[in-house]
Structures are given as structure tokens and as C-alpha cells.
């Protein structure tokens, strides 16, 4: 839960943005947060630095809106044409350099000012270097889902992922190093950092520091393709205890369980086990998710659906009903085979 | 006092033949003609991208939609995109610049009139070709015919692995093919600007019209060229085997990124001086004061010009630049709010201390003062790198850039329209449909384009064809949407004016707003040869002059 002095910057923020939006009537309950994606609810370092920035960019604008506003106001109102005009045309003034000179020097110094707090905030977000103890994973951007890999923890999964909560006091981040194995993507959960890039060939990295546990929201934000819209994140942030059964529960291979050997036979003889690992079994595609602990997962389809049974046999039948464009193939298995074939997946606890 | 005692008697042409007229039309090099095919050209792919808008925000009215595919809406964000930049604003503008620099600076047409023809023709057919996809071409694996990579078409989308079929080609060829056209007219433009003014219009002497238009032009020749430059690469790793973008095979998807955007932000100013150009021409009138500050304004476009070329990565502050890098664009990105910010104080002193009338293009012109203030100050958030993080490739960005187009630039043309419409028709608009006009569209743009940066805020990226519900976005969304509707009933206001007033209008005489610059010497519409005897001219409102021999400009400039 969100201690109250967050609650309190995240209603700041929220007021702050009533005012500029002009739009008081659907914010009108603060104990309730706007959404689950809203750049002004920070809930990690760099977030919480962009935040800061933002308050200060958004009062220097604001405040330069009111004044040339109200000049623009107060010309078309005391300036209009009066109904008794007596023809004449008014005084001609060519222009002054006095002013022009004012109005040249007052923005440059503004925009010095703005440039300093800009680049303070870029040197905090870019130049942080990964601490000892800082936990490492590689994103890998596929059409149209997310790949997580924890290279010193030996873990392999997809969608959804997870990261330890980071004590303000003992910090410890998560360096996400970012890669695409197709097109250019985006990662971006706005509540813990700005968006970076996916680009193939072009490796980026990112960092966060999720200070409250809980899941956190976000989706692809770069165009990469027909469902784009339906390449969903989500990051939980577990306490340290939770993450640590977590990464264990995740490094166990696969369990064989005899009483679904039809569904993985099927799994294991169809065109699955071309693009989907599932750990100690042949199955060592790497085109699609990994599936060793697929009944781990929250939702299927980079987060596009619930993973419950009924959601996993509509996606099998066929993809393209729930997500449109993916690339998954349609099975074509009856339904005998169907039914078998969820069972297996199933017991990929 | 009228300058009609000045124009020509009207001489009607014997009428003829319609085929006869329709071939004076397609083989005409006479730049008003021209002009006038341009603007038409642009009213009817406004039309169409006007359609493929409404289309997209029907879909997102509400979460999880199902009123089209997302195979049909990644083509419709493409093809509005296009569309909109490509073959409409752009040359609606070179349609105004071609009817109106001549004219302006008192001469009888551009420099090179069948190269001006030339140019018309190849942006007309790229746009035809642009279209034509729709029924030659296949794109994202299966996934239908017109181009569905985004109006940026960021590589590697654009290779053959992931755009089969030739979508991503009619794409490439329509820009190539249009983007020769832009080059002549630009090139045609600064020709006819430096060359051809008549006698007594210096440099300092011109309507700012015409320096805008000036600088626009060279803007156009440096950006263009680039863009020409990718699609050729383009082609080349499509069907030469070359490795420009392939990132499987070492090339660089970011490369492109900055070939399209070092084309890709001088375009928007590209776009927006020509709009400052008719703010420039219609403010003075309707405030009846000289433009202030002429210098400052001449100077602060021409660094406009110079520092547009130096801020394309401010559109690549995701991609991953070193912070070194990342802090120049910050900075370069800031330095041009210095020369707007002086250009939007000089209109506002020009109408300081004036009589402001509110005839329907002043209204467009005073929005265009708000909205454009607003655009740039959300411009300036995002100049701010680490708040781009967050904004850039949200709906925020949607808004912000819809803003400048249309808050901006369309609410400017607008004005332009109903300004010059009395010249080019011969009539007069209707002044009741144009205020009509004026209010839809500024409820509709407002209704659409205010609400839409709040999606952006709370975390919702652009080009998603359907959204998840609970995310705080649906109610923005139908706002949205509403907007949509406002804005397509005054489109279509101001179309039937058009189309009224120039079968019914009333007559507008040579000088129907009282006017200072040459066009308002002569005829409604200006006879081919635009001018009896070539004008002499003193200062830089050579008819306020005439209209004030006791007082003229000249005396103070």
C-alpha cells in the first residue's frame, strides 16, 4: 500500500494537473488514483526525478501561458473596433527596439533556467551506474510480447516481470538492459520510469528502484507491428522474501506428471515445441514465450488475457480471436487433443 | 477609401467549351491556375484524411472496441499521417505561396512557370500513388493493402521481412515522386522571391509574406533532400539487398530515425512559417497597424530557419542517445521558443493599440495566436528530456503536434482561406457560415485536441488500436471523439461556403478588407497578367501609400 506521503505528492499531482487541463470535475476524488499508468504517481527513483522536473517545467509554463493569456485577452478586448468609430485609422507604430529587446533577453534566461533543471534530472536518470547488489535482466522485445532474462539467476520468462522492492535506505535497482529480436519496441511502466527504446542491433539499457510492492502497469509504447496495442507489461515488485521464492520457483525445470503424458505428447509433436521452451523436455523453441512455468503467470498474450483454462483454449484454437495479428498459428486440434493439451499446460506450475 | 479606381475594368472571357477548359486547366503554367489546383488538390485529401481520422476515433470511443481491425487502423494512422503532411498542408501551402508571391511582389509570375507546372503535377500524382496502394498492394504479414508502418515508418517494419508486399513501396515512391515536386516549387519560390521583384522593392521592402515564404523554401530544399535520400536507401535494402536499416545484417535501425527526422522537424516549420506568413499579412489589416517590429520579425524567422536545423533528435529522446547528446537537443530545442516567443509578443503589439475587427479570418487568426502559444508551451515540456521520457509517444505528443497542425497551421489557413477568397473568386464569402464555421471547428478542436493530452498523461501510447478499460483513459477518450464530430461539421461549412459564395456570392471588389499590399491593386480575380503596368513601389505597404500621400510609410522606414 502507498504510505501517506506519497498519497499526498500523488493528490498534489493530481491537482496540479486539474488546473492545467481545466478539467476539475472527473478528478474530483483524490483517495482514488486517476490510473494505474499516471506519470504523476511516481513509485521509483527516476519516475520520482522526471516528476520533479515536471512540477517545475509545468509551473514555468503555466505561468508564461497566464501572462501572454492575458495580454492576448486584454488587446482583443480593449483594442476591438467600437460601434461609434469615427474612420480614422489609429496611431501607426512601426515597432521598438527597447521592447524587442526585453522580450528577447527575459525568454533566453527562462530558457536557461529550464535547460539546468533539465539536465540535472538527465544526469541523475543516465549517469547512475548499477551498485553490487543491483539485480540484472535482459528484455527482449518480440512481435508482440516481452522475454525476461536473469542472467545471474539462470530464470527465463516472459511478460511478466519481477523485481525485488528497493529500500530507499539499502537500495537495490534492477538494470534492465534492453534488446529486440524483431522490430523496435518501447518499455514503459510510467509510475517507475520514462520509456526507453527496444531496438534491435542497438542495445539500451534503463533502470528502476520500485520503492512499494504491488503490480505495475505499463505497455509497449513504439510501433512495432499489426497488435502493438495488445503488448502489454507488467511488473511486480515483490518484497525480498517473495522474490527469492519466486527466482526459486522459476529455476526448477519442468515437473513430469504421467497422468497428462497425452497433452505433452501432442505439445511435443506439433508445431508448439518450434517456438516454445518448456525446461527438461525437447520442447526448445525460442520464437514464442517460455512456457516452463507458464501456471505461474497472471495472463496469457502479453497480458491481452486472464490465464485461466477456458482463455488458454480459446488462444490455442485460435490466437487471432483474442489478438488479432499475432503470430501464433491456429492448432486445428479436436477437441479431445485440445482438452489434453491444456491439461499438460496446466501442470507447468 | 477603395483602390477599385485602380483596378482594371472586369473583361469576361467568351465562354467556351467545358473540355476546352478543363485542358486550359491541366496544361496551364500560369501561376494562379496553379495555385488554385493546388488548394483544391488539398481541400479533397483533407476530405479523405479527414475521414481516415474519424475512423480511428470512432474505434477508440470506447475500450475494447471492436468497429475495426487493427490491421484497418494501422493503416488509417498511416495514411492520415501522410496524407495530412504530404498532400495536404504541404501543398496548400505551396498553393498559396504560388497564387500569392507574384502578386505580392508585383510581378506577372513565378520564375520558372513550367517547372512550377512540373512540380504541381508530380505531388498530385504521388499522392495518386499514395492511394493507389489501396488496391495494388499487401503490407505486415497479410495484413492488408495501404501502408500500415506509420507515418515515420521506423526500420526495420519497413524491410521485406516484416512489410511483404509492396505497401511499404507505394509509400516510399509517393514521397520520392512528391518530394521532387516540393523541391522545384521550393527551388521556383526562392528564384522568384530574389529575381523577380518589381522596381523599389528591396529585401526590406517586401511583405513579410513573401520573406516567410522565402525561408520556407530553403527549409523545404535542406529537408526534403534528406528525406529523398532515405527512401532511395530504402528502396535500395528492399530490392538491391543493400543493409542500410537491416539489422539483421549490421545496418542501423536508428540511422533511419535520424534521416527522417533531420527531415522531419525542419518539415514542421516547413509547415508553420507559411502559417506565420498569413497571421503576418492578416493581423496588421484587421488591427489596421503596420506589423510590428519588421526586423525582429524577418530575423527571428530566418533563426527559426537556421535553428530548426539542429533539433531533429528532440524526436529521439527514447531511442537511447548519450546524455551529452541528449542535453544539445534539449538545448537547441529550447533556443527556438526564443524567436517564436518573439514573433507570437510582435503580433501582439501589432494589434496593441489598434481597431481590431472580427471578421471571420481575424477569428481564425486570434485562435491561431492562443492555440499556437499553448503548442508551444507543450513543446517546450517535451523539450525538457527526461519529461519526454514520459510524453514522447503518448497520446500527450498526439496532442500536442495535433496542436500545432491544426490549433495552429489549419486555424491560420482558415483565416488565409476567407482572407484571399475574395481575390481568387471574384466574390465574397458569406461572413454568417464563416463565423459558424469558426465556432464548431474552435469547440471541436478544443473538445478533441484538450482533452487528448490527459490519455497521454496517464499513460496511454499512441497507435493502439483498442485499450485496456480501468486504465482512467475511457471518458477522455469519448470527449475526444465528440470533438471529432464538431470539427467535421464546420470542414463542412466551410466547404459549402466555398462552393456558395462562388456560384452566389456578392461581388468583392479589388480591395474588399482595405488592404496594403500589391495583390488588392488589381483585379478580383487578377487578370492573366496580373498587373496593367508593373508597379513601382516605396515602403512596405505600397497602397497605404497611395491611400495616404500626406502620410506615407516611406517616411518612416
Known sequence: MPSQGSNHRRVLGSQILVCICCSAAAFADPTSPLSPTNIFAPASTPAKSIFGLSLFVLAVTGAIF???????????????????????????????????????????????????????????????????????????????WWEYRYPGLGVVTANELHVPVSDPVHPTPTFITLLSADTDHSFWVPRLAGKTDLIPNHPNTMWIDPQETGVYLGQCAQYCGTQHAKMLLRVYVQSKDEFDGWIRQQRQPAITNDAVSEGQRIFETTACINCHTVSGTVANGRFGPDLTHLMSRDTIAAGAAANTPENLQRWILNPNTMKPGSLMPAMELNEQELDALTAYLETLR | MSTDAMALPRTEPASRPIVARLHDWVTTVDHKRLGILYLIYALVFLLIAGVEAM?????????????????????????????????????????????????????????????????????????????????????????????????????????????????TDFWTLALLVSGFGSIGTAVNIIATVLCMRCPGMTLAKMPLFAWLNLVMAGLVILAVS?????????????????????????????????????????????????????????????????????????????????????????????????????????????????????????????????????????????????QFL???????????????????????????????????????????????????????????????????????FHLTFDFMHIPGLLGMPRRIYTYEPGRGWDTWNLIV???????????????????????????????????????????????????????????????WDLKHPDDPDWKYE
Not at chain 2, 496524407?83 to 502578386?103: D, K, Q, R
Not at chain 2, 468583392?508 to 496580373?530: F, I, Q
Open chain 2, 55 to 167: 475512423i480511428m476515433r470512432i474505434q477508440l470511443i470506447r475500450p475494447h472496441n471492436d468497429f475495426i481491425s487493427p490491421q484497418v487502423f494501422n493503416r488509417m494512422f498511416t495514411m492520415h499521417g501522410t496524407t495530412m503532411i504530404f498532400f495536404v498542408i504541404m501543398p496548400v501551402m505551396f498553393g498559396f505561396a504560388n497564387y500569392l508571391i507574384p502578386l505580392m511582389i508585383g510581378t506577372r509570375d513565378m520564375a520558372f512557370p513550367r517547372l512550377n507546372a512540373f512540380s504541381f503535377w508530380m505531388t498530385a500524382f504521388g499522392g495518386l500513388l499514395l492511394y493507389f496502394s489501396l488496391v495494388g498492394a499487401n503490407g505486415l504479414y497479410g495484413a492488408g493493402n495501404a501502408p500500415d508502418v506509420g507515418w515515420f515508418a521506423y526500420a526495420p517494419l519497413t524491410s521485406r521481412t516484416f512489410s511483404v508486399g509492396h505497401s
Open chain 1, 66 to 144: 497566464l501572462v501572454v493569456f492575458t495580454l492576448l485577452l486584454y488587446s482583443v478586448v480593449k483594442f476591438r473596433k467600437t460601434k461609434n468609430d469615427d474612420g480614422r485609422e489609429p496611431p501607426q507604430v512601426y515597432g521598438s527596439n527597447q521592447v524587442e529587446l526585453a522580450w528577447t533577453i527575459i525568454p533566453i534566461l527562462i530558457v536557461v533556467a529550464l535547460f539546468m533543471a533539465t539536465a540535472r534530472v538527465i544526469a541523475v536518470v543516465q549517469k547512475t551506474s548499477p551498485p553490487s547488489n543491483a539485480i540484472a535482466v535482459t528484455a527482449i522485445g518480440h512481435q508482440f
Open chain 2, 481 to 543: 471523439t465528440i470533438g471529432v464530430f464538431f470539427q467535421a461539421a464546420g470542414i463542412l461549412v466551410f466547404l459549402g461556403n466555398l462552393l456558395w459564395s462562388y456560384f452566389r456570392g456578392k461581388a468583392a471588389g479589388s480591395d474588399p478588407w482595405d488592404g496594403w499590399t500589391l495583390e488588392w491593386s488589381t483585379n478580383s480575380p487578377p487578370p492573366a497578367y496580373n498587373f496593367y503596368t508593373t508597379p513601382l513601389v516605396q515602403s512596405r505597404r505600397p497602397l
Open chain 2, 374 to 444: 499553448i503548442a508551444g508551451l507543450t513543446g517546450i515540456m517535451q523539450g525538457a528530456a527526461p519529461f519526454d521520457w514520459h510524453l514522447g509517444n503518448s497520446y500527450f505528443v498526439v496532442a500536442h503536434f495535433h496542436y500545432v497542425i491544426v490549433g495552429g497551421i489549419l486555424f491560420a489557413l482558415f483565416g488565409a482561406f476567407y482572407y484571399w477568397f475574395p481575390k481568387m473568386s471574384g466574390k465574397m464569402y458569406s461572413e454568417t457560415l464563416g463565423k459558424l464555421h469558426f465556432w464548431l471547428f474552435l469547440i471541436g
Open chain 2, 226 to 370: 534528406p528525406l529523398t535520400a532515405a527512401q532511395i536507401m530504402l528502396l535500395v535494402d528492399r530490392y538491391l539487398g543493400g543493409h542500410f536499416f537491416d539489422t539483421q545484417a549490421g545496418g542501423s535501425a536508428v540511422i533511419w530515425m535520424h534521416f527522417f527526422w533531420v527531415f522531419g522537424h525542419p518539415e514542421v516549420y516547413v509547415l508553420v512559417i507559411p502559417a506565420f506568413a498569413f497571421a503576418s499579412e492578416i493581423i496588421p489589416v484587421f488591427s489596421r497597424k503596420p506589423i510590428f517590429g519588421y526586423p525582429v520579425m524577418v530575423g527571428a524567422t530566418v533563426a527559426i530557419g537556421f535553428i530548426s536545423m539542429s533539433v531533429w533528435a528532440h524526436h529521439m529522446f527514447t531511442v537511447g542517445m548519450s546524455s551529452a547528446a541528449n542535453n544539445f537537443f534539449v538545448i537547441s530545442t529550447m533556443a527556438i521558443a526564443v524567436p517564436t516567443g518573439i514573433k507570437i509578443f510582435n503580433w501582439l503589439a501589432t494589434m496593441w493599440g489598434g481597431k481590431i475587427e472580427f471578421k471571420t479570418p481575424m477569428l481564425f487568426c486570434i485562435a491561431f495566436l492562443f
